[in-house]
Nanobody, 126 residues
């Protein structure tokens, strides 16, 4: 059974940093996207960062551009989300997604991905 396991969530004051990790128990084709999504209470799940291993290109939502960085350690089969200058609006449950296949314009859409983790909570206090 394919599993994605996230870690690294927690509570931090505004302006602080956190790094999330997502490790898969299986290897995916390098043409498949990885991404991080988040969902706050009462809101839809939104894509925040995507990675295309084939090219190394990364994609970000406007709301996190310049503050969040997605990266990958292929040897560890792990994807990271470095989150800096966190804001209270970043508070949400963060989900890792993998094995995404679609036009790259859809890299931050939930429908692109086959595999999902259970999420990790990030809380930013003011």
């Amino acid at each position: 059974q394919v599993r994605l396991v996230e870690s690294g969530g927690g509570s931090v004051q505004a302006g602080g940093s956190l790094m999330l990790s997502c490790t898969a128990n299986t290897y995916f084709d390098e043409s498949a996207y990885w991404a991080w999504f988040r969902q706050a209470p009462g809101k839809e799940r939104e894509g925040v960062a995507g990675l295309w291993p084939n090219t190394g290109r990364t994609y970000y939502a406007d709301s996190v551009q310049g503050r969040f960085t997605i990266s990958q350690d292929k040897a560890k089969n792990t994807v990271y989300l470095q989150m800096d200058r966190l804001k209270p609006d970043d508070t949400a449950r963060y989900y890792c997604a993998a094995e995404g296949f679609a036009a790259v314009s859809n890299i931050l859409r939930t429908s692109t991905y086959k595999r999902w983790g259970r999420g990790t909570q990030v809380t930013v206090t003011s």
